[in-house]
């Protein structure tokens, strides 16, 4: 079999990485995402970090054409994949999906009850932004102004939808005209419209 440009290319890269919080239709982009032809989709995974360039080496391999690499992976701020990326692809496009915060945090909430068969308090009585919001110990307005963002003391809940400490360091490092932020709830509303728009942005031709 006739081997590809891409995967015989040394200079092999991730080319598009969606970056989203949990409980904002991630799953489902990235399996719509993965039936186009053009696009090779995999789940970047905290194990892969310090091995990228083997990590797409090995996904190199297996493309049966000109692929661009799209990978997928739940931002949070605890872990250093902005400037490894970087490093890895400075030219790197970005797929932000975000939801309203709110809800995108009761259903992180809902997630974790039926995930953990947790016995879970009633909504009203879980979420209190004076004093405590999903258990956190610290009055959050308070914490807030201060601008004591302690992320190794927030709960999930609460951290993954802090979207400004979970890409910031991204914004920092990347153009902005190498990101494409969608709303949810439009992509919902509208999924083949932004479907095209997303594909063009990867620079895979649209489907019919």
């Keep these: 079999m006739k081997m590809s440009v891409r995967n015989m290319s040394a200079d092999l890269k991730i080319d598009v990485c969606q970056l989203s919080p949990m409980k904002c ?3 489902w982009l990235s399996s719509m995402v993965a039936q186009h032809p053009e696009l090779c ?16 080496e090995k996904i190199g391999k297996e493309l049966t054409g000109n692929q661009l690499l799209y990978a997928r992976r ?12 970087y490093k890895h692809n400075d030219e790197m496009k970005f797929i932000v999906l975000l939801r309203n915060p709110l809800d995108r945090l009761i259903s992180h909430w809902i997630h974790h009850v039926i995930k953990m068969n947790a016995i879970a308090k009633p909504l009203h009585a879980s979420i209190d932004v004076q ?3 999903f258990e956190i110990r610290y009055d959050i307005n308070e914490y807030i102004q201060a601008k004591r963002f302690d992320l190794r003391k927030m709960p999930p809940f609460l951290l993954k939808s802090l979207y400004y400490q979970n890409l910031d360091e991204y914004f920092k490092l990347f153009s902005p005209s190498q990101f494409l932020v969608i709303p949810a709830e439009s992509l919902f509303i509208q999924p083949l ?7 063009d942005f990867c620079g895979a031709p649209e489907l019919e």
Aim: charged share 25%; aromatic share 10%; net charge positive.
């Design 74 to 85: 739940n931002i949070n701020p605890r872990h250093e994949l902005a400037s490894r990326l």
């Design 41 to 56: 989709a995999f789940n970047l995974n905290s194990e892969n970090f310090d091995v990228l360039d083997k990590l797409v």
């Design 193 to 199: 419209k932004y479907l095209r728009l997303i594909f």
């Design 131 to 133: 004093k405590s919001l």
């Design 25 to 27: 239709g991630t799953t």
